[in-house]
């Protein structure tokens, strides 16, 4: 059934209702209530803001899990791009499974008309029992998440060789900012996923007559993966920081330190040419008066107590390192 641009379909195998909602709405939600699931539920399914949590029952259990998307757009044009927060809500009960998520959470979708459209993969991937389908799922989104995490780690690569081979531009303190946001977002949503599977775990093997706690646990490693290399992509963020830090600071230092050299040099010139420059003799005016190194005389000596001042200090600045900038 189609609501609007919202989808509700329900298909069966063995006796077990898979129910797929996409983009939740008061509408589709109210169809629900044959369910009899709890309206706090139902209303945590509209919400976009719900933190990952699990909710017991006698008869059935609700589970919210977060998983990140990127925009298609962006993904298109192969740009970095910050991952957004996707709400998955799941009702699950001895017969039935019910999944609510927006329309960007596009492998549920697919499962879901694979097991439509094929009666070999509808016994394949649901079998009789909820909670194995319920682990195929999210076994999915989890791997989809691990894939984004090893695009993550081929930027970092990238950012590697700019940042240790000096090819640094004012792009990339933008580009390692950008990754730590990503960094901080991934985690967030893996260690809450982590914590809510974990529990999950311990619940679902009440809705299965196979013994299915092996699944959920792989999940857990799974996770558990993804989380050991957000946090090696966490550390390797910082290192590139500090070196990045470090040599555009070592870059602005010697800047510095040849402009102050230059000004430094420049003072004899500047201090003598202050007290003479109103009154000696310069090119083309004839008044000066001829003298033992002729009409400019007092121009030349001038010059020559500021030039030498200069390279004395010139020689004495090369001696002691300073102007080494090798």
Sequence with gaps: MILGERYFETIDN???????????????IHELEQYHFHRLNLDDCLSKIQIPKIDKYADHIFIILHFPVYKEEE?????????????????????????????????????????????????????????????HIIDVLVDDFLRGILKLEDRLDDLEEVIFNNRKTSEEAKKINLLRREVTTLRRIAIRLR????ELTSDIQKFSNKDVTLLYNDLKDHIEKILETLEEAKETIEIYKDV???????????ILSILTIIFTLTIPVTVIGTFYGMNISMPGRIEAPPTFLGPYTTMIIVIITSTVPSLLMFWYFRRAGWMSFD
């Design 195 to 198: 914590s809510t599977v974990s």
């Design 14 to 28: 063995h006796d077990l209702y898979w129910t797929d909602i996409q983009g939740p709405s008061p509408d589709n």
């Design 75 to 135: 993904e298109d044009k192969n740009e970095h791009s910050i991952p957004n927060s996707s709400q998955l809500s799941i009702f699950v009960g001895t017969s039935f499974l019910v999944t609510i998520h927006n329309k960007d959470l596009k492998n549920i979708t697919e499962i879901f008309q694979l097991c439509k459209n094929s009666n070999k993969e509808r016994e394949t991937l649901m079998g009789s029992s909820p909670a194995f389908l319920l682990h």
């Design 244 to 254: 990045y830090f470090m040599v555009t600071s070592e870059k602005s230092n010697k």
